[in-house]
C-alpha cells in the first residue's frame, strides 16, 4: 500500500501540470496562419535542407509567406509539389523526381589504391593526402562521406565503391557536396542511360589505373543514331533530353560504364 | 535578514556562478553566447524560468514530498514541474511577445533540459534556503548566468576579428575562451562574505 501514496502524488502533479498546459494552450493560443502547418504536414519531413531553408518547418512557413517556390522539396517530389500547390491554390506543373548515381564503377576487382591509406576514416581526410589512396585520381575512394551524410541511409560502399539505391534516394543532393572527388551528380528520375565514369584522361594513362574506366574510344558517340552521346576531354556523357534509351552505347562501350535503365 | 540576502543574492552572482563555477548549464553558455542580443534574451529567459520554477518546487517540496516522505521523488517532480512550466512560458511568450519568442527560437524548449535550472532548484532543498531565500538565490543564478552570458559573448565578439590557428577555430576556441573566463571568477572566492562586513 506504502507505494501507492508516491505514486499518486506524482500522478496528480502530472495532472495538475497537464491541466494547466491544456487550459493555458486553449486560452493563450495563437492564430498563426494554418496553411503552415498544412504544408508541414505534406512535406516528408527529412529535414534535409535540399529546399536551402533550415528544415520543412522552414520550408513551410516561407510557402505560406509566399517567399519560396513551390517545387523546391527533392525528397518529396512531384506528389508533395502537387500537394502543396492544391493547399496554396497554385498549379506546380510537372515535377521530376531525381535521384543521385555514383559516376564511378572503379570497385577493387578492377582498381587497385596506389598506397595503404592508414588515416581518417573519411574521404574529405583521405583527398588530402596525394589526392587520395584510389589510382584513379577522379575515382570513389569507397570511405563513405555519403553513405554518413545520407539521411535515408540509401548509399552504401560496396566492394570500394559507393553505390546509391534509387529507390532509397530522395535526391537531396547532400552526398553530391560530402563528396571531395565530386563523383557523384543528381539526376531526374527518367534519365535513361548514364555514364559512370568521369575519368578524363586519355584512354592509355586511364587504362593503367582501372580495367572500367572510360578511355574516350568514342564508340558510343559513333554508335548512337540520336546524337546524344558525346565524348569530350576523353569521356563520354549522354544528353538526356535526346536519349531515347536504346542501348547501343551500353552494346559499343568495351569498359562497360555506361548503364542504361529500365 | 537583508545582509543574509545580499550575500546569497551576490554568492549567487559571482562566488557561486552555475556557468563558470558550478558547470552548470554549459550548453546555452556555449550555444547561445554568440552574439550579445541572443545572449541577453536567453539569459532573461534562463532567469525567469529559475525564478518560477523556485517558486513552484519548492511549496512542493516542502509542503507535498517532506510530508508524505517522499524526498527520494525530488529529480523526477521537479523535472516534471520545470518542463510543464517551460512549456507555460513558451506558451504566454507566443502570445505576448512574438518578436521574444522569434528570439528564443528553439532555446526556449532547451531550457527545459537544462541542468542550471534544475541545480538551483535543487541546490535551495539541500541548502535548506527559506522560500524568500530560495527566490533570492534563483534570482542571483539567473544574474550570474546572464553576467557569463554577457562576458563571454564579448570575448567571442573579440575572437571573432582574431586569426585563430585552423585546428583550434570554432568550439576548440571556445572551450578555451571559456576555460579562461572560469578562472577569473576564481578570483572572488572569499570576497562576497566580507563585502557587508
Redesign the interface.
Known amino acids: 500500500m506504502e507505494i501507492l ?2 505514486v499518486i ?2 500522478a496528480a ?2 495532472l495538475v ?2 491541466v ?2 491544456s487550459l ?2 486553449h486560452f ?3 492564430k498563426t496562419d494554418e496553411r503552415v502547418e498544412k504544408v508541414r504536414e505534406v512535406l516528408p519531413g527529412a529535414n534535409c535542407g535540399a529546399c536551402g531553408y533550415t528544415g520543412c518547418d522552414g520550408y513551410a512557413a516561407a510557402i505560406a509567406a509566399g517567399e519560396a517556390e513551390l517545387t523546391q522539396c527533392a525528397p518529396g517530389g512531384a506528389e508533395t509539389a502537387k500537394a502543396i500547390g492544391e493547399i496554396m491554390g497554385a498549379d506546380v506543373g510537372d515535377v521530376r523526381k531525381k535521384y543521385a548515381v555514383v559516376m564511378c564503377s572503379g570497385n577493387r576487382d578492377v582498381t587497385e589504391n596506389k598506397f595503404d591509406y592508414h588515416g581518417l576514416n573519411s574521404c574529405a581526410a583521405a583527398a588530402l593526402v596525394a589526392s587520395g589512396p584510389a589510382s584513379c585520381r577522379y575515382g570513389c575512394m569507397g570511405l563513405g562521406d555519403c553513405a554518413a551524410v545520407c539521411q535515408n541511409d540509401a548509399i552504401a560502399v560496396v566492394n570500394g565503391v559507393a553505390v546509391v539505391d534509387k529507390e532509397l534516394c530522395g535526391g537531396c543532393g547532400k552526398c553530391v557536396t560530402a563528396c571531395p572527388k565530386q563523383v557523384i551528380r543528381v539526376i531526374d528520375a527518367d534519365s535513361r542511360a548514364v555514364v559512370t565514369c568521369k575519368n578524363a584522361d586519355k584512354g592509355a594513362e586511364t587504362r593503367k589505373v582501372c580495367k572500367t574506366g572510360c578511355i574516350g574510344c568514342m564508340k558510343c558517340q559513333k554508335v548512337c543514331e540520336y546524337g546524344a552521346v558525346t565524348v569530350t576531354n576523353f569521356v563520354a556523357a549522354v544528353d538526356n533530353d535526346k536519349c531515347v534509351g536504346c542501348g547501343k552505347c551500353e552494346e559499343a562501350c568495351p569498359q562497360h560504364i555506361i548503364k542504361v535503365m529500365q | 535578514m537583508m545582509k543574509e540576502m545580499l550575500i546569497i543574492f551576490f554568492t549567487a552572482i559571482l562566488t557561486n556562478n552555475f556557468v563558470l563555477a558550478k558547470f552548470l548549464g554549459i550548453c546555452p553558455f556555449l550555444g547561445v553566447s554568440k552574439k550579445p542580443s541572443t545572449a541577453f534574451s536567453m539569459s532573461v529567459a534562463v532567469t525567469l524560468v529559475m525564478v518560477i520554477a523556485t517558486a513552484a518546487t519548492w511549496p ?1 517540496h516542502n509542503y ?2 517532506v510530508k ?1 516522505g ?1 524526498e527520494y ?1 525530488q529529480t ?2 521537479f523535472i ?2 520545470i ?2 512550466l517551460v ?2 512560458i513558451e ?2 511568450i ?2 505576448f511577445s ?1 518578436p521574444l519568442y522569434q528570439a528564443l527560437g528553439i532555446y526556449l524548449p532547451l531550457i527545459t533540459t537544462n541542468c542550471a535550472v534544475l541545480g538551483v532548484t535543487v541546490l535551495n532543498i539541500s541548502e535548506s534556503y527559506t522560500l524568500a531565500e530560495s527566490l533570492v538565490n534563483s534570482f542571483g543564478a539567473g544574474i550570474g548566468f546572464l553576467v557569463a552570458m554577457m562576458i563571454f559573448s564579448g570575448v567571442r565578439g573579440r575572437m571573432e576579428s582574431c586569426d585563430i590557428p585552423k585546428a583550434l577555430q570554432g568550439l576548440p576556441i571556445t572551450l578555451i575562451a571559456a576555460s579562461i573566463t572560469a578562472l577569473t571568477f576564481l578570483g572572488f572566492g572569499g570576497i562576497v562574505e566580507n563585502l557587508f562586513a
Open positions: 501514496v508516491p502524488i506524482v502533479i502530472g501540470c497537464g494547466m498546459l493555458a494552450s493563450l493560443a495563437v | 512542493v507535498i514530498l508524505y517522499l521523488l523526477i517532480v516534471l514541474i518542463a510543464a512549456q507555460l506558451t504566454a507566443k502570445k512574438p
